[in-house]
């Protein structure tokens, strides 16, 4: 099977679309259908930040009812999920552009929508393992050690919020590490999370969060070929939200 693993989309439907019909799919009944039996596959992070948090996840929830749904669940998707629990959580950092969405819509049509996506996060697995464990699509990343093992709040920890250190730094972010550099394993990881200026291959890991809702661009990693198809952001630029890796 070849795999299209596209990056963080936070709400950038358009971008989304152009890059699904970019990399040769064509919509038949809303889903996208590839000639040469590819699959579409995610790094998680659908919402917040961007214009069309709703309208991207109205189209997963149609993949996942088709059975043709491999999405890694990221942070955001894990804060949302708490949200339409009705849990108290902070309405920052992008989430709100999602709540406002929801709050344009009847009473009945949020209710549902919320009931919906509770339904399609407890579906999600942890991480999404592909061609026998030789792919390994995930939201902020893994050790070579938490591949296969059981569930843990740690293994949980890692692969939303990557390798955190505690510390906060200047401007309230967590202090991310570089898991990647350290990562020796065989199978090859496909995640996202930081927004890079360009794709990041290292090793047997590819960053692929070009920051699209940054004003960066919406890429897809092309899997066996290696390859990475991007189209360009509608948004802003924000130069100040991309790490440089050195
Ligand atoms: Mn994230």
């Known amino acids: 099977m070849k795999y299209d693993v596209i990056g963080d ?18 919509f038949v009944n809303g889903l996208p259908i590839h000639a040469d039996g590819r699959q579409l596959a995610f790094v998680g992070d659908a919402m917040d930040r961007g214009p069309a948090s709703i309208q991207t996840l109205k189209l997963l929830f149609l993949m996942q009812d088709a059975g043709k749904l491999l ?9 949302f999920y708490r949200y339409a629990k009705g849990n108290r959580v902070q309405q920052t950092h992008g989430l709100e552009t999602t709540v406002a969405e929801l709050d344009v819509l009847s009473k009945q049509e949020k209710v549902r929508f919320l009931a919906r996506y509770r339904l399609f ?10 061609d026998t464990g030789q792919l390994i699509i995930v939201h902020a990343g893994i050790r070579e050690q938490m591949i296969g093992s059981p569930f843990s709040k740690s293994i949980q920890s890692f692969v939303l919020y990557g390798d955190i250190s505690g510390k906060t730094l200047p401007d309230g972010r967590p202090e991310r590490r570089d898991w990647a550099k350290h990562y020796n394993g065989d199978p090859f990881i496909v995640y996202g999370h930081t927004p890079v200026g360009e794709a990041r291959l290292l090793k047997n890991t590819v960053n692929i969060d070009t920051g699209c809702v940054f004003g960066g661009k919406l890429s897809a990693f092309r899997y066996p070929e290696m390859t990475i198809v991007s189209v360009p952001s509608h948004q802003p630029f924000h130069p100040e939200k991309f790490t440089y890796f050195t």
Do not use: D, M, Q, S
């Open 9 to 26: 989309i936070h709400g950038c439907f358009a971008e989304l679309n152009e890059l699904i019909k970019t990399l040769g799919y064509t």
């Open 71 to 79: 999405y890694a669940p990221g942070n955001h998707c894990n804060k």
């Open 121 to 130: 996060y407890e579906r999600l697995p942890l991480y999404v393992a592909l």
